[in-house]
């Protein structure tokens, strides 16, 4: 199996700033696509942000300019930088990861258990 374990959410002030981590550890050959996923109460999930291995990423329109998503290949990790966070960005905030399992050699899509991003009034 894969494991996705995610680091870095807890309560921030409205403009401040919180740096989320994922670390996909395992049967991992290689990772594809990395992103991140939120849901806000009563919401569906959605896409926040992706990047893929070469580099390239992708932002949900609303994020743009204050979120930065990199990933550090050597260690399977992929960050999520939230900057000028506001109220609506509370969220349960959920790395995803495209991998390829060392074992079958099968691209297996993981999800992380979450972790919470409250940002008060």
């Known amino acids: 199996q894969v494991q996705l374990g995610e680091s870095g959410g807890g309560l921030v002030q409205a403009g401040g700033s919180l740096k989320l981590s994922c670390t996909a550890s395992?049967?991992?050959?290689?990772?594809?696509?990395m992103g991140w996923y939120r849901q806000a109460p009563g919401k569906q999930r959605e896409l926040v942000a992706t990047i893929t291995g070469g580099g390239t990423t992708t932002y949900q329109e609303v994020v743009k300019g204050r979120f930065t998503i990199s990933r550090d290949n050597a260690n399977n990790t992929v960050h999520l930088q939230l900057n000028s966070l506001k109220p609506e960005n509370t969220a349960v905030y959920y790395c995803?990861?495209?991998?390829?399992?060392?074992?079958?050699?099968?691209?297996?899509?993981?999800w992380g258990q979450g972790t919470q991003v409250p940002v008060p009034q």
């Open positions: 395992g049967k991992v050959a290689s990772v594809n696509k």
């Open positions: 995803n990861t495209v991998v390829r399992n060392y074992l079958t050699l099968v691209l297996e899509e993981n």
